[in-house]
């Protein structure tokens, strides 16, 4: 039966339930699963599961990330999943996996700075200034061992000439508001600094620079300029900046025991088995960053831990059948970790009909000031997985205000520990910034759920700590994360009535949001804008298909101009995107060929979204010529001239990352 007809006949019977009925039991789960996974899901026990992964400073292929990692597994056999395991893949630095270069494994085991005094003739040490045990991460990750006692020499950003001239920092320690990686190039490759320290601030959000007590998470080169850099928070760094221009000479001693080995991305995983096990729903987070990383990211982690113990226990008990698909559980490094297990293990992909992605996801909006956002696919990949999520996360909205407001709600999702106020979760749309991003590329093409907290104030900093957590914004995040993976778990034909009004309401929403974005474009623009947004809607009707289910009918969109330029698609061999974590595949193929870096890539949106670079290359699909493309870029990134998106494709093309199709 045609889904238009479906939802033709079901519209009369659904308005005779009355608003409170229909709003009373989540979209798309029976009633009683949906009580069951609202029940059975805590964010108490997430939290303390946060607790104890914030005691790892969780670095790839480092022990810390080991304790992690077999943490996770030990709790996913407690629980009774099956398939339990630890993916182990060599990481060397020389292996590549597809566009990811794999990083070595990095651990430190001592690193001290210390403050000197002058008494006489002799600096004895008198402040710790920063201690590896006592704070790891005090020390950039991707430090080597060294030593120096030295004076301090203030080099501002220390990331132009400008910033040395008429300073001599050879053998000493230079102080750089940048990341220890953006000033070593010069401060360590050229001028021979013995090492770093660092001030650089948290990343930039309304309240940016406002504590300047945080001590930001560092990086160093894996590839280029070893040394050693501690970080240290600003208001230290203003101190002595003071001194320094008093004339008053600043002596530090630093000591580092710290190195890169040949190691393993490790990835733990699990499944509950489906009756179809060719099929899966993934359940995704990212189990690597610096201690305490209590939301970013042993919240995500915590929370898809939780999902696994809730759905295990309630199929157990009875209370939930079998799924009609599996429904997988991975703990990777963040995107590097997916790149090499999506390239090393290419039926992870061929098995995954959607990811539902988890990162950060607890954080107390009146302490980190972070808002959960409920995301879908980039728009080069339209796709009725998103609209799940965000049908679901709006119903946990509604139902969270109604409890705020009058003290009662039939699905308050409140954690016993956790605050009552409303979730107000922002949903729709799609940015970048971890494993999501990955499964979605051009390379797999996998539609992605992603629940994300941003801002968070205290993101890669000793502040991000679990007494930030929420409890009940933890349940809540939780929630929609089970619920979606469990409704797309079990679509088939019947779930249809049910199914449709979901989307039908999810394409009101983009409707509306295309209007008032319409209106600010120029009229040639516009008419591109609609015609794009034409086909999205057929493309996300189509979608379905990817399930077995029958299209939705939607208007036909406009044919698309047949265009100019030459038509590219991927090369197979080559899987992945241009840049991730660590190793940029684009810009070393870039400096190896002696290439400019392509103008496109520094193009700013127009609008919130992808970046041009990522989603040009995501149009890439053996179809679309180079103008096509440019069109749609412009409907969905911003507009861009055409000769700089060929420049850009041409590049890429030079590099063996495309070819021409035709």
């Known amino acids: 039966m045609r889904a238009a007809a479906i939802l033709t006949r079901l519209a009369f019977p659904l308005l005779g339930l009355g608003a409170a009925a229909a709003e009373a039991q989540p979209p798309l789960l029976d009633p009683a699963h949906g009580s069951a996974i609202a029940a059975e899901v805590s964010g108490s026990a997430a939290k303390r599961t946060i607790q104890a992964m914030a005691m790892h400073h969780r670095m790839r292929g480092s022990e810390g990330f080991r304790a992690a990692a077999e943490l996770v597994r030990d709790r996913l056999k407690e629980y009774g999943l099956q398939d339990v395991g630890i993916i182990s893949l060599p990481a060397d630095g020389r292996i590549f996996y597809g566009t990811q270069r794999s990083r070595p494994a990095w651990n430190a085991s001592f690193a001290e700075l210390w403050e000197q005094r002058q008494e006489g003739g002799r600096w004895p040490d008198s402040v710790r200034v920063a201690s590896w045990a006592e704070q790891p991460i005090s020390l950039a990750q991707d430090s080597v061992s060294g030593r120096a006692e030295a004076e301090l020499v203030d080099v501002g950003a220390g990331t132009s000439a400008a910033d040395y001239a008429g300073k001599d920092v050879r053998g000493k320690l230079v102080l750089t508001s940048s990341q220890p990686e953006a000033a070593a190039p010069l401060a360590v490759g050229e001028h021979k600094a013995a090492g770093i320290v660092s001030w650089a601030q948290n990343q930039r959000q309304a309240w940016w620079g406002e504590d300047e007590s945080l001590i930001r998470w560092g990086h160093l080169s894996t590839w280029k300029h070893p040394t050693f850099a501690f970080m240290v928070p600003p208001a230290q760094a203003r101190a002595w900046q003071e001194r320094l221009g008093r004339g008053e000479p600043v002596r530090l001693r630093a000591r580092v025991e710290a190195g ?11 499944l509950i088995p489906g009756r179809d096990r060719t099929k899966e729903i993934v359940f995704s987070c990212h189990l690597d960053h610096p201690s305490p990383g209590a939301n970013d990211n042993a919240s995500g982690c915590a929370g898809i831990l939780e999902v696994a113990r809730s759905l295990s226990r309630l199929i157990g008990e009875g209370k939930l059948p079998q799924p009609r698909r599996s429904i997988r559980f991975i703990w990777p490094a963040e995107i590097e970790g997916t790149i090499a297990l999506l390239n090393a293990r290419p039926e992870f992909a061929r098995r ?9 996801i607890g954080g107390n909006t009146e302490i980190t000031k972070s808002v959960l956002k409920v995301e879908g696919s980039p728009p080069s990949l339209p796709s009725f997985v998103g609209d799940v999520g965000f049908g679901i996360a709006r119903w946990v909205n509604e139902q969270s205000r109604l409890y705020a407001d009058e003290g009662a709600a039939p699905f308050p ?27 979605a590329e051009g ?18 900093t000793q502040k991000d700590v679990p007494a930030n957590i929420d409890p009940t914004k933890l349940k809540r995040a939780i929630f929609i994360a089970a619920a979606s993976a469990w409704a797309l778990a079990n679509l088939d034909a019947a779930s249809l009535p049910r199914l449709i009004p979901l989307l039908e309401a999810e394409a009101a929403e983009r409707r509306a949001s295309a209007i008032r974005r319409s209106a600010t474009l120029p009229v040639g623009e516009a008419a591109n804008f609609w015609r794009h947004q034409a086909e999205y809607e057929a493309g996300l009707g ?17 044919a698309q101009a047949a265009g100019e330029g030459p038509v590219y698609r991927r090369v197979a061999s080559l899987k992945g995107p241009m840049n991730a974590f660590g190793y940029s595949w684009l810009d070393d193929q870039l400096e190896q060929k002696r290439l400019e870096r392509p103008a496109l890539l520094s193009r700013t949106p ?30 969905t990134v911003g507009p861009a001239p055409v000769e700089e998106v060929a420049a850009f494709l041409a590049t890429l093309a030079r590099l063996g990352a495309v070819e021409t199709a035709r």
Not at 260 to 270: D, E
Not at 542 to 558: D, I, V
């Open 260 to 270: 890169r080995t040949p190691g393993a991305y490790l990835i733990p995983t699990a």
């Open 352 to 360: 995954t009909l959607a990811t539902v992605h988890l990162d950060m």
């Open 413 to 439: 999702l409140a954690d016993p520990e956790g605050d009552k106020r409303p979730l107000q979760a922002n949903v729709g749309g799609f940015s970048e910034g971890s494993d999501h991003q990955v499964w």
């Open 443 to 460: 390379s797999w093409r996998i539609p992605v759920i992603y629940i994300a907290d941003w801002p968070d104030r205290y993101i890669h």
């Open 542 to 558: 189509s979608s379905l298909a990817r399930f077995g289910l029958p299209a939705k009918e939607t208007a036909p969109p406009p």
């Open 606 to 635: 127009s609008f919130e979204g992808p970046s041009f670079g990522y989603e040009a290359l995501n149009l890439v699909d053996g179809r679309r010529t180079v103008s096509q493309i440019r069109d749609d870029l412009a409907a």
